[in-house]
T-cell receptor, first 111, second 113 residues
């Protein structure tokens, strides 16, 4: 059974601080996706990484896929209140539409 | 470009009843997946349809079923509802299968009383 362990589960920080969210598994994934979800809405795709060691940047967000394609991290620089939300990592495997989701990280950025 | 549309947004049903949820994917998207989201279990995969064929199925009982129509619209059905079926049901679409990034709808919040 493929599992993705996401940490931390909750994070409350002040505006301007940096943070990192981790997503780990013992399984290899062909892709790793990060989503952000607002209350009452569906997850919104932030990025997809597919190559081991790949790093992608989206403004203040930096995503990394582990060399062995078993883990990933999301780093936010100078967090802002607008970054508040639930961050989810999801692993995809080959020619299947099934995603394995981590439990999520609830981020609160205080002004 | 319209997003993924799920109807209804909210639903209250009584234990033992059945329910049908609808999902209209983004135009041109042929892959539709369904997920159940609960506070305790997070997002769990229900099933995926591609060109009217069920491609994958998650570990849910047979009370959960779905189908996809020729226009890619999809429905999922839950029969003999249980209190534990209360959840946010999310539909996601993609141009093709492969798990490389999905667009999710806003979900249907199902409450079973």
């Amino acid at each position: 059974t493929q599992l993705l362990e996401q940490s931390p589960q909750f994070l409350s920080i002040q505006e301007g601080e940096n943070l990192t969210v981790y997503c780990n598994s013992s399984s290899v994934f062909s892709s790793l996706q990060w989503y952000r979800q607002e209350p009452g809405e569906g997850p919104v795709l932030l990025v997809t990484v597919v190559t081991g060691g790949e790093v992608k940047k989206l403004k203040r967000l930096t995503f990394q896929f582990g060399d062995a394609r078993k883990d990933s991290s999301l780093h936010i620089t100078a967090a802002q209140p607008g970054d508040t939300g639930l961050y989810l990592c999801a692993g995809g495997s080959g020619n299947t539409g099934k995603l394995i989701f981590g439990q999520g990280t609830t981020l609160q950025v205080k002004p | 470009k319209a997003g993924v549309t799920q109807t209804p947004r909210y639903l209250i049903k009584t234990r033992g009843q059945q329910v049908t949820l609808s999902c209209s994917p983004i135009s041109g998207h042929r892959s539709v997946s369904w997920y159940q989201q609960t506070p305790g279990q997070g997002l769990q995969f229900l099933f995926e349809y591609f060109s009217e064929t069920q491609r994958n199925k998650g570990n849910f009982p047979g009370r959960f079923s779905g189908r996809q129509f020729s226009n890619s619209r999809s429905e999922m059905n839950v029969s003999t509802l249980e209190l534990g079926d209360s959840a946010l049901y999310l539909c996601a679409s993609s141009t093709n299968t492969g798990g490389y990034g999905y667009t999710f709808g806003s979900g249907t919040r199902l409450t079973v009383v």
